[in-house]
């Protein structure tokens, strides 16, 4: 710990292959926009970050039909227009994965507005979409296994009625970006936010989960993001027969409890070691967030049953 440049973060440098823009398939020098776009001024955009894993039957996207509706939920919200319908953008998604070869990667769509008008008003502007994809491993660092040094962020989650939080809005990743980089330049792997009102929201980019004598609390949605793989978490932790809440904490319920992990598309099942300096449990990872994280990465890769739906064959 200590330096400005210690991190477990991987450098995400990006190597995306072939990407969609507008309908066109483009080698990634060309894949370009304005200057002038609304979304670069005025963070107009909406994402998803969706992964594709190995499994023994080929590549299978993870949740695709319900990253794309929460797309459409963003655009909504956003008051954007998609410019394709879910089933385009299926196929699109699909076909970023076999275009690029790629047997496992981190699918990225982006909804933004693009270069018509610059002022507030992102009425005018038209949305434009995006689709790329790329290798993305460890998001925060070997720490996926071993588990991670996490510090409450004396930024705030934004409050429902200050950027809508439901959505996965560019502009609202100011606020994670802002945790983020204080929490990594701290020496820490991940920042954990609080909501206006000093309980535990989430990650910079995953929800939170903690384990109590044997029971798993998952943090209520107020203003979190509604997280795909914490629905998937609470699904397993019933397959394994493991009791579920659905809590508001402090951030001093984390530090008594036996267990904390985060998690998230990128992040997968990520354990938390420490947390504002006081050691998780006896700060090891734990057997609950253990077996979640094991039975998580067995379901994405096909080798568990899921429900129907949850794997897409590219
Ligand atoms: N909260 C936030 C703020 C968040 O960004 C994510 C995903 C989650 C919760 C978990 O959501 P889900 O992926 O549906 O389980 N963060 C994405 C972006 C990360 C990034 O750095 O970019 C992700 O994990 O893809």
């Known amino acids: 710990m200590g330096g400005m440049e210690t991190t477990h973060s991987a450098d995400h440098g990006i190597q995306a292959g072939w990407i969609w823009l507008n309908g066109t398939w ?14 670069l001024h005025y963070g107009s955009s909406a994402f998803e970050g969706i992964r594709a894993y190995e ?51 981190y699918i990225r769509p982006l909804l933004f507005r693009g270069a018509h008008s610059l002022g507030v008003n992102p009425l005018p502007v038209p949305t434009e979409l995006m689709v790329a994809a790329w290798n993305w491993g460890a998001y ?3 720490g996926a296994t ?19 939080t439901k959505s996965k809005a560019g502009g609202n990743y100011v606020n994670s970006s802002l945790a983020k980089a204080d929490a990594v330049s701290a020496g820490f792997d991940e920042a954990i936010l609080l909501d206006a009102e000093g309980y535990v929201a989430e990650g910079s980019g995953e929800n939170v989960f ?25 699904w397993l932790a019933g397959q394994l027969g493991v009791p579920v809440e659905v809590v508001m904490a402090t951030r001093d319920e984390l530090y008594l409890a036996d267990e904390v992990f985060v998690a998230g598309t990128a992040a997968e099942v990520t354990p938390l070691v420490s947390l ?10 734990g057997p609950v967030t253990q077996a979640l994280r ?21």
């Open 276 to 285: 504002d300096f006081r050691p998780i449990g006896d700060g090891k990872v």
């Open 140 to 142: 925060l660092g070997e």
């Open 26 to 39: 483009l080698p990634q020098e060309e894949a370009k926009v304005s200057v002038l776009s609304h979304a």
């Open 146 to 164: 071993s588990g991670i040094k996490a510090v409450t962020s004396s930024w705030i989650r934004s409050p429902g009625h200050v950027l809508p």
């Open 55 to 105: 499994t023994p039957s080929g590549p299978a996207v993870f949740r695709l039909g319900d990253h794309l509706k929460r797309l459409a939920g963003s655009a909504k919200i956003l008051r954007m227009e998609l410019p394709v319908s879910l089933e385009v953008l299926s196929e699109v998604a699909c076909e970023v994965v076999r275009r690029n070869g790629y047997r496992s990667c």
């Open 210 to 234: 903690f384990v109590r004598q044997g029971r798993l609390h998952a943090i209520a949605h107020s203003v979190t993001l509604i997280g795909i793989t914490r629905d998937t978490v609470l």
């Open 294 to 314: 094991a039975a998580y990465l067995d379901l994405v890769r096909g080798r568990r049953q899921a429900p129907q739906g949850w794997l897409t064959h590219v």
